[in-house]
């Protein structure tokens, strides 16, 4: 019997189970690498590729180039300190699904794609992408900056159709109004202002400067200082409500911060942690299911759900349109819709036409011209 006669491989290049692998010479060292794939033409052109770049720097534990990646992206003024913890937090996560010893230069499409799959199992499509695309961008940062992967594993990653679910958890304007009024401390009434009103983020509300408020102009305008940089970078300005204003007129300017501002910034992530404080108040409320957070998407649901532009919406959180949309887009009224939402409750303007606040009486008086 005649047996089919194997191809002659190209040199270091040989087949372990249905994959190629490549065996290179370096410092004295052999070191043997999947070329992930098992067609042969594909795995002589990542070879070739791999020969080419023979001086890569020896891949520390996969750990320890973790907090190299984090570091640059704060250095480059990528992240923010939160951000680079949480981005953190996801890449760990996945190093520790991998073999020990693993290293930025060993890991494989295969590996990924087991973590993302099994990250699919337990948590959210949105969630399982997140934590994929925060490996992908270090692996980015390893191919074009560290130098010590050869290729991105996450290129090849096969990902499923996300579908965006819409936000639901918001309080409704009366609930909003009354957890306000009920707060025992004035500060508690700023970080509450502060959300519900303005839709700053948690950070955003504990690194609050004093010249951030113009009253006069009625605008809140969220500038970098030197203990904050915004999500994206992007600074941004947002209306003051009249009764954000009428507040701020007796709370006052705080110097150098808003809130707190006798706590210094120390080890911690975060300068001044309100977040126990306000859960314990809103158990109280028995609403333990309002969360800092959700002051934010109640600011942007109640402004979709009376009419309001959506790209006005983005741009006063500081969000991508898209986003806003997905998260939001199901709220928007049509022309019935918005009659209904402002004869329950309306946002009135300013005489700049930009500060939203509630306002029966010129909704009335638009109604009696008509």
Same mark, same amino acid.
């Given at each position: *019997?005649?047996?089919?006669?194997?191809?002659?491989?190209?040199?270091?290049?040989?087949?372990?189970?249905?994959?190629?692998?490549?065996?290179?010479?370096?410092?004295?060292?052999?070191?043997?690498?999947?070329?992930?794939?098992?067609?042969?033409?594909?795995?002589?052109?990542?070879?070739?590729?791999?020969?080419?770049?023979?001086?890569?720097?020896?891949? /520390?534990?996969?750990?320890?180039?973790?907090?190299?990646?984090?570091?640059?992206?704060?250095?480059?003024?990528?992240?923010?300190?939160?951000? #680079?913890?949480?981005?953190?937090?996801?890449?760990?996560?996945?190093?520790?699904?991998?073999?020990?010893? /693993?290293?930025?230069?060993?890991?494989?499409?295969?590996?990924?794609?087991?973590?993302?799959?099994? #990250?699919?199992?337990?948590?959210?499509?949105?969630? #399982?992408? +997140?934590?994929?695309?925060?490996?992908?961008?270090?692996?980015?940062?390893?191919?074009?900056?560290?130098?010590?992967?050869?290729?991105? %594993?996450?290129?090849?990653?096969?990902?499923?159709?996300?579908?965006?679910?819409?936000?639901?958890?918001?309080?409704?304007?009366?609930?909003?109004?009354?957890?306000?009024?009920?707060?025992?401390?004035?500060?508690?009434?700023?970080?509450?202002?502060?959300?519900?009103?303005?839709?700053?983020?948690?950070?955003?509300?504990?690194?609050?400067?004093?010249?951030?408020?113009?009253?006069? #102009? +009625?605008?809140?305008?969220?500038?970098?200082?030197?203990?904050?940089?915004?999500?994206?970078?992007?600074?941004?300005?947002? %209306?003051?409500?009249?009764?954000?204003? *009428?507040?701020?007129?007796?709370?006052?300017?705080?110097?150098?911060?808003?809130?707190?501002?006798?706590? %210094?910034?120390?080890?911690?992530?975060?300068?001044?942690?309100?977040?126990?404080?306000?859960?314990?108040?809103?158990?109280?409320?028995?609403?333990?299911?309002?969360?800092?957070?959700?002051?934010?998407?109640?600011? /942007?649901?109640?402004?979709?759900?009376?009419?309001? &532009?959506?790209?006005?919406?983005?741009?006063?959180?500081?969000?991508?349109?898209?986003?806003?949309?997905?998260?939001?887009?199901?709220?928007?009224?049509?022309?019935?819709?918005?009659?209904?939402?402002?004869?329950?409750?309306?946002?009135?303007?300013?005489?700049?036409?930009?500060?939203?606040?509630?306002?029966?009486?010129?909704?009335? &008086?638009?109604?009696?011209?008509?």
């Amino acid at each position: *019997m005649n047996r089919r006669k194997r191809p002659k491989l190209p040199r270091g290049i040989y087949l372990r189970g249905r994959l190629y692998w490549l065996a290179i010479q370096r410092n004295g060292k052999r070191h043997f690498i999947t070329l992930e794939t098992p067609d042969l033409a594909e795995a002589v052109r990542r070879s070739e590729i791999m020969r080419e770049n023979l001086d890569l720097e020896h891949g /520390a534990p996969l750990n320890d180039e973790i907090d190299r990646f984090i570091a640059y992206k704060i250095r480059q003024q990528e992240y923010t300190r939160s951000s #680079a913890l949480t981005k953190r937090n996801k890449l760990l996560l996945f190093a520790a699904s991998l073999p020990p010893g /693993a290293t930025a230069a060993t890991v494989t499409t295969r590996q990924v794609q087991r973590f993302y799959d099994e #990250a699919l199992e337990r948590t959210a499509d949105t969630t #399982a992408l +997140g934590y994929v695309m925060a490996v992908r961008a270090f692996f980015r940062w390893a191919v074009e900056i560290a130098r010590t992967a050869r290729r991105n %594993p996450v290129k090849d990653v096969k990902l499923a159709k996300t579908i965006g679910r819409a936000r639901k958890d918001f309080c409704p304007f009366e609930l909003r109004d009354r957890l306000i009024r009920g707060a025992p401390t004035d500060e508690l009434k700023f970080i509450l202002f502060s959300g519900f009103h303005a839709g700053l983020r948690f950070q955003e509300i504990v690194e609050a400067r004093p010249f951030w408020f113009d009253l006069d #102009a +009625g605008r809140l305008n969220l500038r970098k200082t030197t203990t904050i940089n915004f999500k994206d970078r992007e600074e941004r300005s947002i %209306p003051l409500t009249i009764e954000f204003q *009428m507040f701020l007129k007796s709370y006052g300017p705080r110097d150098p911060f808003m809130l707190r501002p006798d706590v %210094p910034h120390g080890k911690c992530l975060y300068r001044y942690d309100f977040r126990a404080s306000f859960m314990k108040y809103m158990r109280a409320q028995g609403c333990d299911w309002v969360t800092p957070h959700t002051m934010r998407h109640t600011f /942007a649901s109640l402004l979709v759900s009376v009419g309001e &532009s959506i790209y006005k919406v983005a741009v006063w959180l500081g969000d991508e349109v898209a986003t806003v949309q997905k998260h939001y887009g199901h709220l928007t009224p049509d022309n019935h819709g918005i009659e209904k939402a402002f004869s329950e409750r309306s946002l009135a303007f300013s005489t700049s036409g930009n500060s939203p606040a509630s306002s029966r009486e010129q909704h009335a &008086s638009r109604s009696t011209r008509r």
